[in-house]
């Protein structure tokens, strides 16, 4: 195959006021013509970095030290800044991850998208026009003509990332480059959006770069893999041989990290131990070295190089020949727990009944009037028994959020109770509820943000104890020092500051944090999203670990099923501000009865090529509607393909499917259970 | 948006009677007595009380506002009897000369200030960076008179470029005709005016380099020039119009130094002049002009606002 772009021992520094960091070495790849190249890595391995430096676009401080980049044939390293504009979205043309970001805001998409047009074909302005008009029809942009004129924040999330793809496709690129292409959105969106990239590559002929974090949008799409682990190229293969015969360890460790949907939950996570080094001054010899579980001396002393046939090389001494870690084969620790059983004369530890909560939607300056409401939660009804983890999964704007800030009391509902262990929560007064909260804590997203920057860790964790008036300084002492220990952070970490942490390090601070006042029930809003693969395995072990050794119950809040299906017993899935299906986790991958939940699973992508291949191609189509204006019925109705008038007119009630499982259609994809109390066992869920 | 505007209109002009009623009242706190005031403290009680009776200022607070309320809608600020002419021919020409002033110097300062701020973002951290944000603290930290002090001492005294004082023509157009003499002024005001925008116009565009939407732009393969003016100068120049809206009754303030400094008869000088003589009418009616500049400098930065950002004008 040509090689249409060509690099040839890429380093690239970036330059900080007082560091270099050495982002990209010694990176070699191609791409042939037509072809699609996987480049795979966790955050700061250097992949965007090498992007860029293809684009020639590289942030302040950032230079190519060493290497070549050839596009069929011509060396753009050193090329004159005139002449490499004139390669930029032209010949090569990228698109970014955050289409919310990477709109100009003042500009019409119109514009936008014909401005590169005008630059680099010339023409009249109506030319370039039109041909803006062919894009993003092309893209699938609805009534494109009638979208010029608009802005970029009238768009939805999908709809702009379609508007950045329109404007690099608009001079027909020869490599499109695609930088996280698809993380920002939700997971019926991005099937959408990989599906147009593979259209568009099969009608056009490009070459793509795509750059992710995710194994799973790489198994179905690139024909090869390239993978990047601290600024190294460490192995580079067939798609299909990546997934199968991987060498690096680093490889091997990443993939058995990823929670899959048919694992059996009751084992341990692969993880791999430690974080990645600082590339400010790497390690010598191998840098997975200090991380990697067959390593050896040589490994400390020298660096391997890329090594092996044209098919597949990897930079490693001692290449695993074991190929995927599947759960079964790992020397895990089962859990040693199984849910329950229903006992329905229990009081369960949170009961959740008819849970509403609007918010309201304003117009005009200063005299605010209200013009409509979100409905952000629509009756909303659910149990959490104690010691069980319950996962909560929903597509953003599902209203999941919102349902958890209610649990804990940080939004009160419109109407409907929160019951904890049989007391109304908002009917407490101030002083009960004050005392109420010990049993109920959160852990949150971002480990940057929800951490006070001014506080040392050993304050975070005693405040708590503080506002409860729980212990001297003495046993808070202890306390806080206990709490490290079970979260795995040296006792000394209490003294520093939040900043000094990574992302894993201050997740953990975050849930020791929340373990403070033993409660007896966590609600944990997407715990790992911002985590990488091999850092988040590590936290959801920790947090399965903590659960049993303290009795707790979760509510796992998450957009990512798999990780859901790693952590919780029995899911939820929310649509629209409604709980459309419930069933223990795996019921509810083997059997479910929403079709909602059906396109969920079917969607997300799965690290492993020959399913991802084969997958059917039915996405779930269209967008979320307005939770302003939601549809009448069956909120799913819209998108739904088995909606028929009657899921117009008459709002599906939840039928009982079998044991623990229920969920709220009109025409289920299998059999509900028949018989009576059907509304009373509603009531029991 | 257009009854977005309209609301927005509105609600300035209700703030604007609010001032008028606060700064009437305090007033009225200061001097209940206009009378003794006005002829003096060798006056008899029985002629102050015959003054006042005879001017309407023995009347009930609400009733003297209203009175005055209405002369302000016929345009009528009241009258000094201190200078023994109407406040409206008072002020006359020298709300002009001062309009003049701060209108011409503003819109100098803002063509200066907006590119030598992008051009510091771009140039950040290097040696031109470094002489503008020098040059601009030194400026900024320097107390207004003293900066026109050292102008005078070097452009009017040693090189004798310039005339030490401003124009002292009566009518505006006198001093539209005679730039030699408002040069100094000016200058002492644009170069205080720059220091502070160029300062924020550069932490403003360095917030627009680092965005996502520029890096975008340069994929297309657009020039540094297209990217600064097609991308970047909108963007970042939005948060400057809301400052320059609320730094408008600031100009008034700082016009009082500069024009008593270079001796220009604007609305400074008039209410230096109105300090020390306690002349309470023109005091009241420059706190209604400046509580009005305040509520106009706000409406047309919204306005402003509205038209440049998309994302206000259609929400």
């Known amino acids: ?685 | 948006m257009a009854g977005y505007l309209l609301r927005r209109f509105v609600t300035s002009v209700v703030v604007i009677i609010g001032i008028s009623m606060v700064a009437f009242a305090m007033l009225h706190l200061i001097s209940s007595s206009p009378g003794r005031a006005v002829l003096g403290l060798h006056a008899s009680p029985k002629a102050v009380a015959a003054f006042n009776k005879a001017n309407g200022y023995d009347d009930p607070i609400v009733i003297q506002y209203w009175h005055y309320f209405l002369q302000l809608l016929q345009g009528n600020l009241g009258y000094s009897y201190k200078l023994n002419q109407p406040v409206t021919s008072v002020l006359g020409e020298n709300v002009l000369r001062s309009l003049y002033l701060s209108g011409v110097s503003l819109v100098l300062a803002i063509t200066i200030a907006i590119p030598l701020g992008i051009y510091q973002a771009v140039k950040r951290n290097r040696l031109g960076d470094y002489v503008v944000t020098s040059g601009a603290f030194t400026l900024y930290s320097m107390p207004s008179f003293f900066l026109g002090l050292l102008l005078i001492q070097a452009f009017a005294l040693s090189l004798k470029l310039f005339p030490p004082e401003a124009s002292q023509s009566v009518s505006v157009i006198g001093v539209i005709e005679d730039p030699r003499a408002m040069f100094l002024p000016i200058l002492n005001l644009v170069a205080i005016q720059v220091a502070g925008y160029s300062q924020y116009m550069r932490s403003s565009a360095l917030d627009g380099l680092g965005q996502d939407y520029i890096r975008l732009a340069r994929a297309k393969g657009l020039s540094q020039r297209a990217v600064l003016s097609g991308h970047l100068l909108r963007n970042s120049v939005l948060p400057m119009i809301t400052l320059i809206g609320l730094s408008v009754p600031a100009l008034l303030a700082g016009n009082l130094l500069i024009e008593t400094l270079f001796n220009y008869p604007g609305l400074g000088l008039m209410f230096f002049n109105a300090l020390q003589n306690e002349d309470y009418p023109i005091l009241l009616s420059y706190t209604l002009i400046a509580g009005v500049l305040t509520v106009a400098g706000n409406f047309i930065a919204d306005v402003a606002i509205t038209i440049a950002d998309p994302r206000v004008r259609l929400s």
């Open chain 1, 1 to 685: 195959m040509t090689r249409i772009l060509d690099i040839q021992n890429l380093s690239t520094h970036i330059e900080l006021s007082h560091s270099v960091v050495q982002a990209v070495g010694d990176v070699s790849l191609h791409i042939g013509a037509g072809e699609t190249l996987g480049l795979v890595g966790e955050s700061g391995c250097g992949k965007s970095i090498t992007g860029l430096s293809i684009m020639g676009l590289l942030p302040p401080g950032g230079k190519v030290v060493e290497g070549s980049i050839k596009l069929e044939g011509r060396e753009l390293i050193g090329m004159p800044e005139s002449e490499m504009r004139k390669i930029r979205g032209n010949d090569i043309a990228m698109i970014f991850q955050d289409s919310s970001s990477s709109l100009n805001p003042t500009k019409t998409i119109g514009d936008q998208v014909a401005e590169p047009v005008r630059l680099h074909r010339g023409g009249s302005k109506k030319e370039a026009v039109d041909r803006a008009i062919e894009v993003l029809e092309l893209v699938g942009v609805p009534r494109a003509k009638e979208r010029l004129a608009d802005y970029p924040h009238q768009l939805s999330g999908g709809l702009r990332q379609r508007v950045m793809i329109a404007i690099a496709l608009t001079c027909d690129p020869k490599v499109l480059i695609a930088d996280e292409p698809t993380t920002a959105l939700d997971v019926t969106i991005q099937a959408q959006i990989l599906m147009l990239l593979d259209g568009l590559k099969d009608r056009f002929g490009m070459s793509i770069l795509l750059i992710t974090h995710d194994m799973g949008v790489v198994a179905g799409r690139a024909d090869r893999v390239n993978v990047m682990y601290a600024g190294r190229m460490v192995e580079a293969t067939d798609t299909k041989e990546i997934f199968s015969h991987m060498r690096h360890p680093y490889t091997q460790g990443l993939l058995a990290s990823i929670p899959r949907m048919d694992q059996d939950n009751s084992r341990t996570l692969f993880s791999i131990p430690g974080i990645p080094p600082d590339l400010t001054s790497p390690p010598q010899g191998c840098r997975f070295a200090p991380r990697c579980g067959f390593v050896q001396a040589d490994c400390r002393l020298n660096e391997p190089h890329l090594s092996g046939d044209d098919s597949h090389v990897a930079a490693c001494f001692h290449p695993v020949t074991d190929g995927l870690l599947r759960p079964e084969m790992m020397v895990s620790v089962s859990h040693g727990r199984v849910l329950k059983e229903e006992n329905t004369s229990e009081i369960p530890l949170l009961e959740i009944k008819d849970l509403v909560k609007t918010f309201p939607v304003t117009s005009g300056a200063i005299l605010r009037r209200k013009v409509g409401k979100v409905h952000a939660v629509s009756g909303v009804s659910l149990t959490v028994r104690s010691g069980e983890i319950f996962g909560l999964v929903g597509e953003s704007g599902c209203g999941k959020s919102t349902l958890g800030r209610m649990i804990v009391g940080l939004e009160r509902p419109d109407s409907g109770e929160v019951l904890l262990e049989g007391e109304d929560v908002f009917s407490l007064r101030r002083r009960e509820l004050a005392r109420k909260r010990r049993d109920l804590q959160m852990m949150f997203q971002d480990p940057y943000g929800s951490l006070d920057p001014r506080m040392r860790v050993a304050a975070i964790l005693k405040e708590p104890l503080s506002i409860q008036g729980m212990d001297s300084r003495k046993e808070q002492e202890a306390r806080s020092l206990e709490l490290m220990r079970e979260v795995g952070l040296p006792s000394k970490a209490l003294e520093r500051f939040p900043h000094e942490f990574s992302g894993g390090q201050r997740q953990r601070i975050g849930l020791a944090r929340a373990l403070t006042l033993s409660p007896k029930l966590i609600v944990a809003d997407e715990p790992v999203s911002a985590l990488d693969v091999s850092i988040r395995s590590q936290v959801l072990n920790l947090m399965k670990r903590l659960q049993v050794s303290h009795d707790m119950a979760y509510l796992v809040i998450s957009h990512d099923l798999a990780v859901v299906k790693y952590l919780a017993d029995r899911i939820g899935v929310m649509y629209l501000g409604k709980l459309v299906e419930v069933a223990l986790g795996e019921d509810l991958y083997a059997h479910p009865a929403h079709p909602y939940t059906q396109g969920l699973i079917n969607t997300i992508p799965l690290p492993d090529p020959d399913i991802e291949r084969n997958k059917d191609k039915d996405v779930i189509s269209g967008e979320l509607p307005s939770p302003i204006r939601p549809p009448s019925g069956c909120r799913f109705r819209t998108r739904c393909p088995r909606a028929q008038d009657i899921c117009a007119q008459e709002e599906p009630q939840l039928k009982d499917f079998g044991r623990l499982h229920q969920a709220a259609c009109h025409f289920p994809l299998i059999d509900p259970l028949e018989g009576v109390g059907v509304s009373l066992k509603k009531s029991a869920m």
